[in-house]
């Protein structure tokens, strides 16, 4: 069975969004401090269609990252339906008609909606009944291969403390942002083990991996 | 001029001590699996006394910290003062006659004390005008050579608000304390500018170095 495996860049105070988070600043006062040596490097660029960029030790660790994703989950915020019921139906998120993943997704929210095929092979499938439900469903599309949350932060956070996470990989970035949303502020993560996989500095970022026993 | 120092073992969310720290548990519940990583070391037993031990990747980092260090600030907590006025006078803190620094302590205290003279070249004065009167102490008995903060998170913290500390040596433990005292929870650590200069994997622990700038 594949791995749940959650990536995200933290500042070195533990936030991994600034404050006032809105749709128009989705990261927060500061927020994009954070992603900075990812969108100089080469292999983020070419995923948005720009030439150029770094390649340096953070482009392996990237690489990585992408490989062996069978399908994704993703926050409701993160899809881009904002707070209350859909507001435009269909709204069809901030991705456009050929969003980036490529992948069967799973938006966890209360709002029940039909699914959503888009071009580029990215379905989106909205699950109402829980963390596990979307995991369950999730694990089938993805057929052996991993699952990845790809962001809300506060969706990987309920997965860690359910014990379901199994891998983490933290961008450790060289900043403070004095206030926002901490990864780790949770009392019951004390009933999680970690296990430190590796290591690797590169510029602007330390790449931290550790794996999760219950 | 020597530079200021802190090196500190941090859980990985963020807590340097466990909660309810109290004279006979300093470190606070689970504060003791911050420090297991060094405990192993021979380069720490053979400081305590005691055979055997590990040597590792720490083991290089440890020696380095602990060179070049003319001088010592720490908390009263950590010199073993406890609450409220000298509780014994004279009153020598838990380290006995002959305390491992070997070198010239400053403690910071509300509470006047004469300095104090231990076997083994420890001194320990106390300073009552603040932290930045207590560095312009220990950098003139340092005397070119750089000051260490040895203990107390809450003094650290002071030196790196106002941004007097030089260097920061994490070693980021992976664990999850779940509660305790933060090290970085200050919104005013936005004014800090951090760079990271190095990154080193070891047995239980990774050790991360960043320099300041204001």
Known sequence: MG???????????????????????????????????????????KEAGLDGGEVNASTAVIERDDQNVGAIIMGRNMFGGGPGPWRVDPWNGWWGDNPPFHLPVFVLT?????????????????????????LDRARDAANGMDVAISGGAGVAKQYLAAGLLNDLLLHLVPVFLGA???????????????????????????HLAYSIAR
Chains 1, 2 share one sequence.
């Open 3 to 45: 791995r749940l495996r959650y990536s995200v860049s933290m500042s070195l105070d533990g936030f991994v969004a600034g404050q006032d988070q809105s749709a128009t600043n989705p990261l927060g006062v500061g927020g994009h401090l954070l992603h900075e040596w990812m969108r100089a490097l080469a292999v983020w660029r």
């Open 110 to 134: 209360h709002h029940p909606r039909g699914r959503l095929e888009c071009e580029g092979g990215t379905t989106f499938e909205f699950v109402t009944d829980g963390i596990t439900a979307a």
């Open 180 to 206: 926002g949303v901490r990864l780790f502020d949770n009392p019951a993560l004390t009933a999680i083990t970690l296990k430190q996989e590796s290591t690797v500095q590169a510029p602007g970022v330390t």
